[in-house]
Structure formats: structure tokens, C-alpha cells
């Protein structure tokens, strides 16, 4: 027999639900005899390896969840991290981090790392387009909820927590557009990240319900640098003809590299140039002048997700493994108008 790798495996090799293979590895007396002597087997000729950490958790005796994040250095993570964190210490759980630095595969290293370490469950700021190794996870019963980062299609299968990001991309444009501005310039993101291309449709759909048709030329896609790359291209196109009045930065550090190259020309902000960004990290109230920004309630997308997360643990417990229907929690976000549009 091949390697087998999940629970849900073993019951279909036994005819069993997963609920009972559970229970039989579980030591629960709850079983038949015969049906727990045919898991046994099916177990011991597949060379299936229970997962300890599912097993830990539904003993009820673990307190200790994981929080995946890119990096420190993208402003907008310690916020969320605060967030789930105050939640977390609330209900007597310890917080782990885990940086991925954005290398593919880090949640499955993470996770495979993880597994024997009595972790109660993950949050997931840090996936970058191949969710496989995170379906798996759920598949095996261990609670995981994904904040920010996550595609249209894994909605009803994975718990998720953000803000509307089409609308946010709309709304922006769409408040230059009333402030007189014509020739709207859009930073984009990293196309692999579904929230930046929500953003990019939200900047189009907002331009063209205002009779202006986007304009190839002033739809700026991420340097291979990263975002300090938009140093160079703001520089350049702001010298050539048909330059852009307003810039929709998709992110708030985006738009600080954007403002920095705009002083560096003499580009008075906004009477030439207005600038809105995304995010309203702290910093952006303090740039000269200060940022117009969307402000994602960065700190309460920390707190649900840590209360998702904690409904998935307290639902596993109360049904023998099984984890809850997956949510797709959309949180608030205001339009923080400041000096510089």
C-alpha cells in the first residue's frame, strides 16, 4: 500500500467517516471493535503517521498558535500582529512568529516544523499565490485562518480576513477624480497577490464610471527592485510629456517612495501632484506633508482573525475533529483625508 498522508485517506480505504478513524487514534472506546481493528490495520499497512499536532489539539491542552508574516519590515504586519496578539493573551494563548521572507513553500516548511511542537493553529499573512500546502492543512483538521493575502477562490474553502479591496481601489480613484484631477497615475503590486489586482480593477472600473479611459501609460507595474523601485520610474515619467496630476499608490510604502521622488524634482505635493496610498500605516500621518490614505483597520484584522481562529479550536473540541463551515469576514475602511491631495 502507498503512502498515506491524512486521516480522510484512511477512512475511505475503511469505509469509515474521518470522525471515527479519529476517534479510534484518539484511543476513544466509542468504536466497534471490528471497525477500530480494520483502522488499525489500514494504519499500520499504509505507514500513515498520525498528526500529533491534530491529536494534541483535540486533547484540549494547548494554548500556543502560530502567526506567519512575510517580514518586519513591511509596516502594516506589526499592526495585525498587535492585534492578535491582545486577542491571543486575552485567552491564555502564546503567540509564535514565523517570517517567511516571502520564499514560496515557507507555510508547508513552517508548518512541517510546527506539527510536533503543540501549536494550537495558524494565522497566515504571508501566502503568495499556491495555497496547496494550507488546504492540506485544513484537510488534516488543524485550524488556519488567512488575513490580507489570499485569492477569490479559496472563499468558502479557508477562513478568511480583509477589507473590501476592489472597493478601496474605487474609492480612492474615484475621490481624485472629484478632486479635478485627469491624469491619474496608479502604482501597482505584485500581480501574484490578488488584493492588488482587486485594487488595479477598483482604480479602472472608478476611471471609466468618470468617462476617462485608462491610460496605458500612467499604469505603472512593480520594478523587479520591489517598491523602492518606484524611485526611478516616478522620476522619469514626471519628466516626460503628458506627466500625471494625481497617483494612487496600492500600497502606503509605495507611495512614501513615490513622495520622496516627487520632493526630489521640486514637484510641489499636491498642488502638481496629488498622492493617496493604502494602509494608513503610522508613518503616513507623518510625511510632509501627510498622507491621504485608506485606512485598513490593520489592529482588528489581527483580533479576527485571532477570534476565527479560536472559534475553529472550540468547535474541533465540541465535534470530534471536525472543523466549522469557513468564514469570509470583510472588515470597514475610511478614506483619512489628508494634506497631500
Same mark, same amino acid.
Given at each position: 500500500?502507498?503512502?498515506?498522508?491524512?486521516?480522510?485517506?484512511?477512512?475511505?480505504?475503511?469505509?469509515?467517516?474521518?470522525?471515527?478513524?479519529?476517534?479510534?487514534?484518539?484511543?476513544?472506546?466509542?468504536?466497534?471493535?471490528?471497525?477500530?481493528?480494520?483502522?488499525?490495520?489500514?494504519?499500520?499497512?499504509?505507514?500513515?503517521?498520525?498528526?500529533?499536532?491534530?491529536?494534541?489539539?483535540?486533547?484540549?491542552?494547548?494554548?500556543?498558535?502560530?502567526?506567519?508574516?512575510?517580514?518586519?519590515?513591511?509596516?502594516?504586519?506589526?499592526?495585525?500582529?498587535?492585534?492578535?496578539?491582545?486577542?491571543?493573551?486575552?485567552?491564555?494563548?502564546?503567540?509564535?512568529?514565523?517570517?517567511?521572507?516571502?520564499?514560496?513553500?515557507?507555510?508547508?516548511?513552517?508548518?512541517?516544523?510546527?506539527?510536533?511542537?503543540?501549536?494550537?493553529?495558524?494565522?497566515?499573512?504571508?501566502?503568495?499565490?499556491?495555497?496547496?500546502?494550507?488546504?492540506?492543512?485544513?484537510?488534516?483538521?488543524?485550524?488556519?485562518?488567512?488575513?490580507?493575502?489570499?485569492?477569490?477562490?479559496?472563499?468558502?474553502? &479557508?477562513? %478568511? +480576513?480583509?477589507?473590501?479591496?476592489? $472597493?478601496? *481601489?474605487?474609492?480612492?480613484?474615484?475621490? @481624485?477624480? #472629484?478632486?479635478?484631477?485627469?491624469?491619474?497615475?496608479?502604482?501597482?503590486?505584485?500581480?501574484?497577490?490578488?488584493?492588488?489586482?482587486?485594487?488595479?480593477?477598483?482604480?479602472?472600473?472608478?476611471?471609466?464610471?468618470?468617462?476617462?479611459?485608462?491610460?496605458?501609460?500612467?499604469?505603472?507595474?512593480?520594478?523587479?527592485?520591489?517598491?523602492?523601485?518606484?524611485?526611478?520610474?516616478?522620476?522619469?515619467?514626471?519628466?516626460?510629456?503628458?506627466?500625471?496630476?494625481?497617483?494612487?499608490?496600492?500600497?502606503?510604502?509605495?507611495?512614501?517612495?513615490?513622495?520622496?521622488?516627487?520632493?526630489?524634482?521640486?514637484?510641489?505635493?499636491?498642488?502638481?501632484?496629488?498622492?493617496?496610498?493604502?494602509?494608513?500605516?503610522?508613518?503616513?500621518?507623518?510625511?510632509?506633508?501627510? &498622507?491621504? %490614505? +485608506?485606512?485598513?483597520?490593520?489592529? $482588528?484584522? *489581527?483580533?479576527?482573525?485571532?477570534?476565527? @481562529?479560536? #472559534?475553529?479550536?472550540?468547535?474541533?473540541?465540541?465535534?470530534?475533529?471536525?472543523?466549522?463551515?469557513?468564514?469570509?469576514?470583510?472588515?470597514?475602511?475610511?478614506?483619512?483625508?489628508?494634506?497631500?491631495?
Amino acid at each position: 500500500m502507498e503512502q498515506i498522508t491524512s486521516i480522510k485517506e484512511i477512512a475511505q480505504i475503511c469505509g469509515v467517516s474521518a470522525s471515527t478513524v479519529s476517534r479510534v487514534l484518539n484511543g476513544k472506546s466509542y468504536v466497534r471493535e471490528g471497525t477500530r481493528k480494520r483502522v488499525l490495520e489500514a494504519v499500520k499497512q499504509s505507514g500513515f503517521r498520525p498528526n500529533l499536532l491534530a491529536r494534541s489539539l483535540k486533547q484540549g491542552n494547548l494554548q500556543t498558535i502560530c502567526l506567519m508574516v512575510p517580514s518586519y519590515g513591511n509596516l502594516i504586519f506589526p499592526e495585525i500582529m498587535r492585534g492578535v496578539n491582545t486577542v491571543a493573551r486575552e485567552h491564555g494563548y502564546t503567540t509564535v512568529f514565523s517570517i517567511t521572507e516571502e520564499h514560496p513553500g515557507a507555510e508547508e516548511a513552517t508548518y512541517n516544523e510546527m506539527r510536533n511542537r503543540q501549536i494550537s493553529g495558524f494565522i497566515i499573512c504571508s501566502a503568495i499565490g499556491d495555497e496547496s500546502a494550507i488546504y492540506r492543512m485544513r484537510e488534516e483538521g488543524v485550524p488556519v485562518v488567512l488575513v490580507n493575502r489570499f485569492k477569490k477562490e479559496d472563499i468558502g474553502h &479557508l477562513d %478568511t +480576513v480583509s477589507v473590501d479591496n476592489y $472597493r478601496a *481601489g474605487y474609492v480612492s480613484t474615484q475621490y @481624485l477624480v #472629484r478632486s479635478g484631477r485627469q491624469r491619474i497615475a496608479i502604482a501597482c503590486g505584485d500581480p501574484s497577490l490578488d488584493l492588488y489586482n482587486e485594487r488595479y480593477r477598483g482604480y479602472c472600473d472608478a476611471l471609466r464610471d468618470a468617462g476617462i479611459e485608462p491610460d496605458p501609460a500612467l499604469i505603472l507595474q512593480e520594478p523587479a527592485e520591489g517598491q523602492d523601485g518606484y524611485y526611478n520610474i516616478i522620476k522619469r515619467i514626471m519628466l516626460e510629456p503628458g506627466a500625471p496630476d494625481a497617483i494612487f499608490a496600492t500600497s502606503d510604502p509605495k507611495a512614501f517612495v513615490i513622495m520622496r521622488a516627487l520632493h526630489d524634482l521640486k514637484i510641489c505635493i499636491p498642488r502638481d501632484v496629488a498622492v493617496i496610498g493604502i494602509d494608513n500605516v503610522e508613518l503616513s500621518a507623518y510625511m510632509e506633508p501627510p &498622507l491621504t %490614505t +485608506v485606512a485598513q483597520p490593520l489592529t $482588528r484584522m *489581527g483580533e479576527e482573525a485571532m477570534r476565527i @481562529l479560536l #472559534r475553529q479550536i472550540e468547535y474541533k473540541r465540541e465535534h470530534d475533529g471536525e472543523l466549522p463551515p469557513p468564514e469570509n469576514r470583510i472588515l470597514p475602511f475610511d478614506l483619512l483625508v489628508r494634506q497631500s491631495t
